[in-house]
């Protein structure tokens, strides 16, 4: 093997090298890959006979064995080649004729190439230059003299019409249009290497030398390419590429008459199918008809943008997908084509119609129970009054035929009425939270204090209520009154001090008003500041304080209704303060909701 076939060689393989680097980065890109796989060929057939021609006047056993190497490299890339080319995806050429044509072409001259290698042999003839160089002579006398003139600008014109089509089509991207370039070079280089030995050898011969020199150059150009390859081959274009490959969103891309012209993984998943099955078919064979006018509509109305949930047909079932389709211009602000970008809430959706559900479900049971509360305290009243009355009637009757104990037996009926009575009124108080008519209105909050303050000041108790400034706030004023009632009578109930001190306080913090009512009774323990606002909680018997263990919670509901939040506190020193929010701005304020009254059972 001589220092040419060593080159030819290493060259070969370094475009391999090149090769494989690409398929590697750039697996989607199946035209890329056919460019890539023609250039070899072409280049290799070029190579092969080259060598072959040097070859045959040298060492037939070698030659031989390049033959070999032509049938098992070049034939599978051949085949290859056909297949891409009949394809539909390459070049976006839309006639399979025209593909077909050009698969034909290729074969034909590649055939043609084959045909003259096998019957070129003994040709070639090395001859010893005036000038003590050798050269090439090759016999041009037989008719594939012309064949090979044909071959020749059939590979010249391969490489333009790559380099053509791939610079047209991917303008926008730089890599493809690098690759575009040296894939030409390397065709139209090797057209030339193929004039230089089969072509113009008809007019003369070829120094070797020159050959040589058209080769290392080649070789520069290889390295040269391979150079710039990397840093773009390792920037963003990929970035961007590989995350729409790992992007669960279903990325499809059309041109201007909604052709598919490019989708991700995702979307092949989505709907079981192969981007080769759907490449230049429309948009609608995978959206379906109502979903594609849809959004053709929604473009034209918003200039080429639009987002909206749609319900979409799938081979796996109905699928609910928010749609975000957006027009695309190149450079020179022509539109391209458009890009539709799928999420599919299909989940969601159904989370959501369950929670809907949910919610529903509940809200219908919480009026049932609301309603219930409402009849129920409502009509125990009734028996509840008849028990009262008879008892009356009868400790009348009986009146001084009562002993001791009977008498004691009555007074515990008496008690246990009052205090039925007493529970149901405030069972009855917080169902009327919700279905009293409540009117939202601006309240000077220090007026009402100071009415509430007037009234506990004819209690027989030393009470002293102060109070700082106080905001007005929107509420309705009859629930105000009862949550400053609840907390200032609570301050003084639970209050063993000689003098009762109540001191009422608000801040603004934020977008709330904070109220403090500070008592100096006689303290609840930590452990009991959540327990004490549910309903009947209460911390002390009815003997050591008067109560129902409903007032906090009445507070509770009033203060969550005004958009608030109500909680307790243990003050440095003796008693508790209670402290609740109330939303500056009307908006945050929920008015208490107002009901229809309710049908109300025959007993009252
Ligand atoms: P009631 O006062 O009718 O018992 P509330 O719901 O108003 O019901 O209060 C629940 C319990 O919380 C009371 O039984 C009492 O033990 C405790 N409590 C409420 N306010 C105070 C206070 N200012 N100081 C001490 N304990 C209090």
Redesign the pocket.
């Given at each position: 093997m001589n220092l040419l076939s060593l080159i030819t060689i290493l060259s070969a393989g370094l475009i391999l090298l090149i090769g494989f680097r690409i398929l590697q980065l750039d697996r989607r890109a199946k035209e890329n890959r056919a460019f890539f796989i023609l250039a070899i060929t072409l280049s290799w057939l070029g190579f092969c006979w080259y060598e072959m021609s040097h070859t045959t006047v040298m060492a037939e056993a070698i030659q031989l064995k390049k033959l070999q190497f032509v049938w098992v490299y070049t034939l599978p890339l051949l085949i290859y080649c056909l297949y891409h080319f009949a394809g539909p995806s390459i070049f976006g050429i839309r006639s399979k004729v025209r593909n077909i044509a050009l698969a034909i072409l290729l074969i034909v001259s590649t055939g043609l190439a084959y045909l003259e290698i096998f019957t070129n042999n003994g040709h070639g003839q090395l001859i010893l230059l005036d000038n003590n160089q050798w050269g090439l002579i090759i016999d041009n006398t037989n008719v594939y003299g012309w064949l090979r003139s044909l071959w020749f600008f059939v590979l010249l014109a391969t490489g333009a019409y790559i380099a053509y089509r791939a610079y047209v089509q991917e303008k926008q991207d730089h890599l493809r249009r690098m690759k575009a370039i040296f894939f030409a070079l390397i065709s139209i280089f090797f057209s030339f290497i193929f004039a230089q030995n089969f072509v113009l050898p008809y007019f003369g011969y070829v120094h070797l030398v020159n050959a040589s020199l058209v080769i290392l150059t080649s070789f520069l150009i290889f390295a040269w390419a391979f150079t710039n390859f990397k840093p773009i081959t390792y920037g963003d274009e990929y970035t961007i590429q590989n995350i729409l490959e790992s992007m669960t969103n279903l990325v499809i891309v059309t041109d201007k008459d909604f052709l598919i012209k490019s989708i991700n993984p995702a979307t092949e998943r989505f709907f079981d199918c192969k981007f080769e099955q759907l490449v230049n078919q429309t948009i609608c064979t995978l959206l379906g008809r109502k979903v594609t006018d849809r959004c053709i509509e929604q473009l034209n109305l918003y200039s080429g943008r639009m987002s909206e949930e749609m319900e979409l047909e799938t081979p796996h079932g109905i699928a609910y997908i928010h749609v975000n389709m957006s027009a695309v211009y190149n450079e020179a602000n022509q539109m391209q084509g458009y890009t539709f970008i799928g999420t599919d809430r299909t989940k969601f959706r159904t989370a959501e119609v369950q929670l809907l559900e949910y919610a529903q479900q509940l809200n219908r049971s919480n009026e049932v129970l609301e309603n219930f509360a409402y009849i129920a305290s409502h009509d125990l009243k009734e028996p509840l009054r008849m028990i009262s009355g008879f008892a009356t009637l009868l400790e009348r009757q009986l009146g001084a035929d009562l002993d001791g104990t009977q008498a004691e037996y009555f007074s515990y009926i008496t008690e246990g009425i009052k205090r039925m009575y007493a529970l149901i009124e405030s069972v009855m108080d917080v169902s009327k939270l919700d279905y009293r008519e409540s009117t939202i209105e601006k309240i000077e909050v220090s007026t009402l204090v100071n009415s509430l303050a007037n009234r506990f000041s004819t209690i027989e108790k030393d009470v002293d209520i102060s109070y700082g400034p106080m905001p007005m706030i929107l509420a309705d004023h009859k629930d105000l009154e009862i949550l400053f009632f609840?907390l200032i009578e609570?301050?003084i109930?639970?209050n063993t001090s000689a003098n009762v001190r109540i001191k009422i306080s608000c801040q603004r913090i934020g977008e709330a008003y904070e109220f403090a009512i500070r008592?100096n009774?006689?303290?609840?323990d930590p452990a009991f500041h959540e327990h004490?606002f549910k309903m009947f909680?209460?911390?002390?018997t009815r003997v050591q304080?008067e109560?129902?263990?409903?007032?906090?919670?009445i507070s509770k509901r009033i203060v969550e209704s005004l958009g608030g939040r109500i909680w307790v506190e243990k003050p440095k020193g003796v008693g508790?303060t209670?402290k609740f929010t109330v939303p500056v701005h009307h908006e945050n304020v929920k008015a208490v909701p107002k009901k229809s009254p309710l049908p109300l059972t025959q007993a009252s």
């Open positions: 609840n609570n301050g109930k639970y008592d009774g006689i303290g609840i004490i909680k209460r911390l002390h304080y109560g129902t263990g409903m007032g906090l919670a508790t209670f």
